[in-house]
């Protein structure tokens, strides 16, 4: 999982996506290199977008019950999904691994390209053993 939201958003959070504009969002929080892509996004998809972040179940309750193994993977930087966010879901999943990655933000995988594949391959590295664990 890579930067993930896993419930609702906190009352500034859903104040500031419910009145950001797609270029205002863009403009703050897409990197360089993936803004033309946004940019490219029609405003119905942004609405929808949008929708859906405002109106979303909160999953954490339910996060017990994952029974693979996890990675959660975040930019410590993330303004988006911050953080607290991705350790909020690691606590919820039995066994799950949290690799912060810094000098990235929301997206990670472009942000630090490097890390995030040091990270992946070390967890993909990792003996299913080692990561097992039984679900809630």
Known sequence: LIGCNPGVLDPPARRERAQI?????????VPPAAQAMAAATSEADWQAQT?????????????????VPTLLLCGADDD???PSMSRSIAAGIPGARLAIIGGAGHYATLDQPQAVAQDLA???????????????
Do not use: Y
């Open 51 to 67: 929708a859906m972040t405002l109106t979303r179940q909160n999953s954490v309750p339910r996060l017990g019950r994952i029974g």
């Open 122 to 136: 070390a967890w993909l590295a990792t003996p299913l053993d080692a990561v097992r664990k039984e679900p809630k």
């Open 80 to 82: 988006i999904c911050p």
């Open 21 to 29: 504009s797609r270029a205002d969002f863009i403009r703050r929080h």
